[in-house]
């Protein structure tokens, strides 16, 4: 096996089809099940996108109704869900809560066979198990963030929709039309892109046959990393480094002089930009004018124009989202939750996808350790060889 034939992190290797999404860096853009990310974050709620995943179509009203129904009916915050929370240390990242959260729902869902040979589920099965997580998750991203606060679990209200309920049970405040909004738009851009690093990991697990949670669990923790998910999270600590737009120019010389990568830059798929910041960035405006936060709108702009015209790397989505989530009034560590949230439509569409024409994936490996050797003075037993 030479050099040149290791594609060293699966860089521009295709494994497989899918017809969830087409991230295309040639012409910058992101369909999900053929539209367009931007038209569906101007003109969709969340709910309809989730269906458009799940089941390759929009919603018609009455379908759109019926899903709304259903996730309803499991928006509450289970009690064993909240008790294993409450077990962890008040200090335990939101990603290791929610990763929990999701393990105790799969194990407490006992309406498989019980066998491992029945792990994988029906595509029922794993229809409605799916819409269970993406309604139940809003409940327990918001008890994390709240338990942190000492403040006490905020019921839904079945009078709100997803997004402006989600706001509702981590605030506990009526939300405001344009907070609603932008709220909306960052989920539908989180929602789905597919084969990276979290779905991979979705689709890697469900390949054995193992269960839809298992599978969502393993991809909360590829999602965690800062190359990853993680980065939301990491560009707000690294602006609350910096503090201002004029310390901008300092601190990226230092940073670059330290070789520090700076979060919520580049990608490995998008070369010259992301395609879903624009949207993404548009939200970001509205709140900074909302919220009169014209030190934020220099800060990101100085720092976005220093690395360009320094390094040619441009923003990810995860740049625009750190400081509307935090504008929004989300703690920092309570972003890569929110990633979660969103993004468990599109890991559980590509679970779905996987399972239904499957096999297992299973690479190769280039041997590159110490030649074979042998023990000394041990005699092979004939039956072993
Ligand atoms: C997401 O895959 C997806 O679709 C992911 C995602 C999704 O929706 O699921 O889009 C969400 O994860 C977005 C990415 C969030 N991560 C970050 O913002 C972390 C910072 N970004 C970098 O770590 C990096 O850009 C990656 C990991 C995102 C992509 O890196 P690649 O494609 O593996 O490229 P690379 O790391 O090999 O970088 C190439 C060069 C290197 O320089 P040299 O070592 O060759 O001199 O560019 C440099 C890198 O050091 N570089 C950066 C940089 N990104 C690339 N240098 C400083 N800061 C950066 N952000």
Redesign the pocket.
């Known amino acids: 096996m030479t050099e040149t034939e290791i594609k060293k992190?699966l860089?521009g290797v295709v494994v497989d089809y899918t017809a969830v999404s087409k991230?295309n860096p040639e012409t910058n853009s992101l369909l999900y099940r053929g539209y367009p990310v931007q038209e569906l974050a101007a003109t969709q709620p969340f709910e309809a996108v989730a269906y458009l995943l799940w089941h390759g179509e929009l919603p018609t009203e009455a379908q759109l109704a019926e899903l709304r129904a259903e996730e309803r009916r499991h928006r509450s915050l289970a009690e064993n869900v909240k008790a294993a929370i409450d077990l962890l240390p008040l200090d335990s990242h939101p990603m290791d809560e929610v990763r929990t959260a999701v393990s105790v729902i799969g194990a407490s869902d006992v309406t498989g066979g019980g066998s491992v040979l029945d792990a994988s589920g029906s595509p029922e099965e794993n229809l409605a198990r799916s819409i269970r997580l993406y309604a139940a998750l809003p409940a327990i991203v918001a008890y994390g963030q709240r338990r942190r606060r000492a403040l006490d679990v905020v019921e839904p209200r079945d009078d709100l929709d997803y997004s402006a309920n989600f706001l509702w049970m981590t605030f506990g405040e009526e939300p405001e039309e344009i907070v609603v909004d932008a709220f909306n738009r960052s989920m539908i851009l989180?929602a789905e892109?597919?084969?990276?690093?979290?779905?991979f990991t979705a689709r890697v697990i469900t390949s054995t046959l193992s269960d839809l949670y298992s599978a969502v669990t393993g991809a909360i923790g590829a999602l965690k990393g800062?190359?990853?998910?993680g980065?939301n999270e990491?560009?707000l600590h690294i602006m609350s480094e910096i503090g201002s737009a004029d310390n901008v120019v300092p601190w990226l010389d230092r940073a670059?002089a330290e070789?520090?990568?700076?979060?919520?830059?580049?990608?490995?798929?998008?070369k010259k930009g992301?395609s879903?910041v624009p949207t993404m960035k548009a939200a970001l405006d509205t709140l900074i004018e909302h919220y009169g936060r014209q030190d934020v709108a220099e800060l990101y702009a100085k720092l976005e124009s220093e690395?360009v015209s320094r390094?040619g790397?441009y923003p990810?989505?995860?740049?625009p989202s750190g400081p509307a989530y935090n504008l929004i009034g989300f703690d920092t560590l309570t972003f890569t939750p929110l990633f979660i949230a969103s993004?468990v439509t599109g890991w559980t569409a590509h679970i779905m996808e996987q399972a239904a024409s499957n096999a297992l994936i299973r690479p190769l490996s280039a041997y590159n350790g110490v030649d074979e050797r042998h023990i000394a003075g041990y005699v092979p037993d004939a039956a072993t060889l």
């Open positions: 992190g860089a991230v989180y892109h597919s084969f990276n690093a979290s779905t800062p190359l990853h998910g980065a990491a560009v670059l070789k520090r990568k700076i979060m919520g830059f580049g990608h490995r798929v998008y992301d879903r690395f390094k790397i990810n989505l995860d740049y993004r």
